[in-house]
């Protein structure tokens, strides 16, 4: 069975501090992790994704296998970095790939 | 170009009754997910379309619970009898292809409240 867990419901800084935003998954298998982002009154979006390797507005991610963990950091937080951040999991050999969502961290970013 | 919609936004039920949730999904996306997320807590997994065939419909809470994508794009959920838990907003979210991990994109829920 897969889980995701992300151990934080709210997460308080101020501008400018750096943000870390933790999340752990079990899985026996190979996985593709995910941060997804629900801003306030808008629907669920892609983040980024750990195949990709990107940077998505200053976030990175990286996968540890050993840790089987997959933070979400960003140096400098941003008002606008106000949401709520859901840390997902999915693999090719379940049904369509589907995700299996933690249950999310609100991060309040203050003045 | 135009996202996942589902209608309606807002649905309010009184126990007992039948509602029904669609999902327009990204036009050519072969897979349609639903989602199910309670108050506070992570969407969770209900069921999987591609094209018209349910391949998976292991995350259906009941068998009050109901799916169908007839021709193989818009997808209607529907919850027979419903009970104060199923209040919830139902996710739907659609992406390209079966095979490789895409990227789902979602619509904006609808929020069930069961009196």
């Known amino acids: 069975a897969q889980r995701v867990t992300q151990p934080e419901k709210l997460l308080s800084v101020f501008k400018g501090a750096p943000v870390e935003l933790k999340c752990n998954y079990s899985?026996?298998?190979?996985?593709?992790l995910f941060w997804y982002v629900q801003y306030s009154r808008q629907r669920l979006q892609l983040l980024l994704r750990?195949?990709s390797r990107e940077s998505i507005k200053g976030f990175t991610a990286d996968l540890n296998k050993g840790e089987t963990s997959f933070h979400l950091k960003k140096p400098f937080a941003q008002e606008e970095d106000s949401a709520m951040y859901y840390c997902?999991?999915?693999?090719?050999?379940?049904?369509?790939?589907?995700?299996?969502f933690g249950e999310g961290t609100q991060l309040t970013v203050n003045p | 170009g135009a996202g996942v919609s589902q209608s309606p936004r807002y649905k309010v039920a009184k126990r007992g009754q039948d509602v029904a949730l669609r999902c327009d999904p990204i036009?050519?996306?072969?897979?349609l997910f639903w989602y199910q997320q309670a108050l506070g807590q992570g969407p969770e997994f209900l069921t999987y379309?591609?094209?018209?065939?349910?391949?998976?419909k292991s995350g259906l809470p009941s068998d009050r619970f109901f799916a169908e994508r007839p021709e193989g794009s818009v997808s209607t959920l529907k919850i027979q009898r419903t009970q104060q838990e199923d209040s919830a907003v139902y996710l739907c979210?659609?992406?390209?292809?079966?095979?490789?991990?895409?990227?789902?994109?979602f619509g904006p829920g609808t929020r069930l409240t069961v009196l």
């Open positions: 979210a659609s992406s390209l292809h079966p095979v490789r991990v895409n990227e789902q994109f």
């Open positions: 997902a999991l999915s693999s090719k050999a379940t049904s369509g790939s589907r995700l299996t």
């Open positions: 036009s050519g996306h072969v897979s």
């Open positions: 750990h195949i």
């Open positions: 899985y026996s298998g190979s996985p593709e």
């Open positions: 379309f591609q094209n018209e065939a349910q391949l998976d």
